[in-house]
């Protein structure tokens, strides 16, 4: 008898999925159910859709070719209930659909920005293309914007609209940005480059209300009672995997829901994968987050394989992300936090949250010393340990980026340059080449 698997979600994983689904079994059925209008795009260009980088048909990877070749039913709908007695999904509408496997691929939303006016109009976040058109609609040239949030997305907002010609005025609640991953002069330099962008920012900063006129947002005011006027205000605060449908189902869950290597939940036959599972890191002993396009593809495609039948663990790697703040690409992988970071950011509420676009492996704190370079745009962080290099910060120059992910990623042993790393003015560039030459790492 054919299997029949269905997908719940349409991001990634889902699709990294259905792939490998295809790649081994080529006769069974396999329904994919989403409520995005949308269909699958990419999310992390959703920021240089917001700069006019990028057109929105650009934004589409596959093709209908490419669905076509595949052989999935999409189905547009809401899935409100499981039972995995029966073995069926109920849909918003009444319709039931049986599945021998299922994959919950649900994703993650937005923290929602809970104070005053958070719902009038010109008050945006930034989780789907619908939201991006909606700012974009009401991005006005000339007019002002305030953004708020302490991550990547919040960033990617901020310098979308000032690229839309707005006047941007950006509250974060930190002395600094993203003092949960960045070291103080890292923030520094992103900092710097907003301001030469012209995006005005508010340190120490916290909305307490948005202030509206006719229902839409006309400015806020501050916790410490200054007043901020503009027609358009955005949050990006974190987000939180949309675990609803799983604890309904009565899986087990935290934060996310809980998965083992093999991206099996609790329940048999039912696995996730994607930003809503809490995939177990041996590293750390611990079920960590991440928000990354890179995982969530690696974790589909892993759950993918289990379905149809091909016993295979997901090896969780570093975690790598290579995005753009401020204009400069900055490449993070692995344990990057340090004490400096991680007490400059205590008592801070989102420390026990995540962002689009971060990974909680960034903040374990790694037994380790701190090596870097450079406190212009062009700048080096590396965390090393005993043997290996454990996690570092790339920014500006990224001829190292990807020699940097093998030695990290494959635990590369660095004893015989750890000295000269850690040397007083060391210049981490030239150990690293002539480490990568010798080691032809590549």
Known sequence: MMTRYVLIGMGVAAISALESIRSIDDQGEIFIISDDPYGYYSRPGLAYYLTGELEEKQLYPYQKEDFLRLRAQFIRGRVVKVDPEERQVVLEDGTFLG????????????????????????????????????MLGNARRGGTAIVTGGGITAIEIAEGLAARGMNVLYVMRSHRYWPSVLEEAESEIVESLLERENIQIYRK?????????????????????????????????????RIALAQQLGLRCERGILVNEYMETSLADIYAAGDVAQVFDPASGKHLLDSL???????????????????????????????????LTVTIIGAVSSPSTLSDHKGEQDLLS????????????PDCIIAQSGFDVNHMRLMIGEKHILGAVVMGDQKLSAPLQKIIRQKVEITPIREQLLAPQASLADVLVQFVHRTQIS
Do not use: C
Not at 295 to 322: C, D, F, H, S, W
Not at 354 to 365: F, K, M, V
């Open 99 to 134: 599945y021998d496997k299922l994959l919950i691929a649900t994703g993650a939303q937005a923290a929602p920005l809970k104070i005053p006016g958070a719902e009038l109009r010109g008050v945006h976040k930034l989780d789907h293309l619908a939201d991006a058109r909606a």
């Open 205 to 241: 900063s916290e909305l307490a209300e948005i202030v509206g006129r006719n229902g839409r947002a006309a400015g806020a005011r501050l916790v410490d009672g200054r007043s901020l006027k503009a027609e358009l205000a955005a949050f990006a605060i974190g987000v939180s995997p």
């Open 354 to 365: 995540i962002a689009r676009g971060d990974s909680e492996t960034w903040r374990q704190l």
């Open 293 to 327: 396009w890179g995982p969530a593809l690696e974790q589909g495609r892993t759950a993918g394989l289990n379905m149809a039948g091909q016993r295979t663990p997901y090896q969780k790697p570093a975690a790598l992300n290579v995005t753009r703040l401020a204009g």
